[in-house]
Structure formats: C-alpha cells, structure tokens
C-alpha cells in the first residue's frame, strides 16, 4: 500500500519555466491538498479539493493551478517559476475534508534558480 | 500569522527522558493534531484530540487539550533515537477556508 506518491522527488528549474507536480493516492481519500513548506516554517497551503471536482484557494495560491484529474491524483503546476517558488512541496489527502488525519507524501524538492 | 504556535522551537534531550512539547493557538477549533517529521521525508499524524476531549494517549505519546487556554502539550515519555524529528501540531478550524493551520514545529533531539 504506497499511500501518497508524488512525482519528480527533486527538480531544478530556471525561472520563466514551467513544471506540473504529480500526486496520486491509492486510500480512496475524498480530499487532497497541496502545501508548501519553507525553511524553519510550518506548512502553508496551497491549493485544496475537498472532493472530486472541486478546487479552492488555500493561503498561498498566487502563481500556482491545480487540477483535480480523478479521485485519485491531484496535480499542482507552476505556469512560470519564480525564485520565491523554492520550496519543498507536499501532497496530502484525507478520507473526507474535516475532522480527519491528514496522509503526507514525501515530498517534492523544487529549486528556482 | 500562524494559528499554531508551538514551544520550544528546539528541544534537546537524553535517551529515556521525557519530552514535552507545547502548542498553542487562537481560535475556536473541531480538534488539534499533532504530526512527525523525519527528516526528508513527509508529515506522520501521530494523534487527533478532538475538542471536547482533554486528554489522550497513544502508545508512548500522550496529548492534552486545554480549550480554555487554548493551549496542548504532547509528551513522549521515555524517549529514544527514533524519536529524533520534527513534530508539528495542526488545528483544524470551525471556520475559515484553511481548515488544517500548521505550526512551525519543535525539532526534537535525542541524545544516546
């Protein structure tokens, strides 16, 4: 049972370019998020879909776009890398959006240079 | 600013001791949960206490919840290397889109 899988683990972009984040659960979870987590702070989150087929903003949503593909995969893409964009990135899901444990992939290690 | 505030930032102690973590925060909530993370890898959720519940234990972790200090505490009782890791405690709100709020975490480590 993988859980949360995301993909790449790591990536080094330029700025300007633009990259889609990958993430699928195999739980049969309702809701997935996207966070990011930035030295010395807690996660902040990006985007969120409480269920399948639908998306809404979380705190920190500027330059980023989700999609919803299925219930299983959520993806995150960047339309054009910034510098600020470095930031490790985790996906999360959760049987349904509130009152529940949240299930954590591994992360995916994003450079902007 | 961040809902969850936890204390100390950084915690460093003897294999078999206890260590306690404390997080705070600032508005009305459905539960507080508290998360690992080892390091490179993703968050573990360790405990949920919901917000008519003042106390529980999971294995060697136990968790309390003051509402009316709007305060928690997580306590590892005889600690090993494995414990060495980030823990974070995360509220889920009653209101407001960001349901789950993460602190900033206390790096815990574990000295053989």
């Known amino acids: 049972n993988a859980g949360v899988t995301q993909t790449p683990k790591f990536q080094v972009l330029k700025t300007g370019q633009s990259m889609t984040l990958q993430c699928a659960q195999d739980?049969?979870?309702?809701?997935m998020y996207w966070y990011r987590q930035d030295p010395g702070m807690g996660l902040r989150l990006i985007y969120y879909?409480?269920?399948?087929?639908?998306?809404d903003k979380g705190e920190v949503p500027n330059g980023y776009n989700v999609s919803r593909l299925n219930k299983r995969e959520f993806s995150l893409r960047l339309e054009s890398a910034a510098p600020s964009q470095t930031s490790v990135y985790f996906c999360?899901?959760?049987?349904?959006?509130?009152?529940?444990?949240?299930?954590f992939g591994d992360g995916t290690r994003l450079s902007i240079l | 600013s961040q809902q969850g505030e936890e204390d100390p930032q950084a915690l460093s102690i003897q294999e078999g001791e206890n260590a306690t973590m404390n997080c705070s925060y600032k508005?009305?909530?459905?539960?507080l949960q508290w998360y690992r993370q080892n390091s490179g890898r993703g968050l573990v959720h360790l405990i949920l206490i919901r917000s008519n519940e003042r106390e529980k234990h999971s294995g060697r972790l136990r968790v309390t919840l003051d509402t009316s200090k709007k305060s928690s505490s997580l306590l590892i009782t005889a600690s090993r290397a494995a414990d060495t890791a980030s823990y974070f405690c995360a509220t889920d709100l009653i209101q407001g889109a960001q349901k789950l709020v993460f602190g900033q975490g206390t790096r815990l480590t574990i000295n053989p």
């Open positions: 999360a899901s959760s049987r349904v959006y509130s009152n529940q444990p949240q299930h």
């Open positions: 508005t009305s909530i459905n539960n």
């Open positions: 739980m049969n979870h309702n809701s």
């Open positions: 879909s409480a269920s399948e087929g639908t998306t």
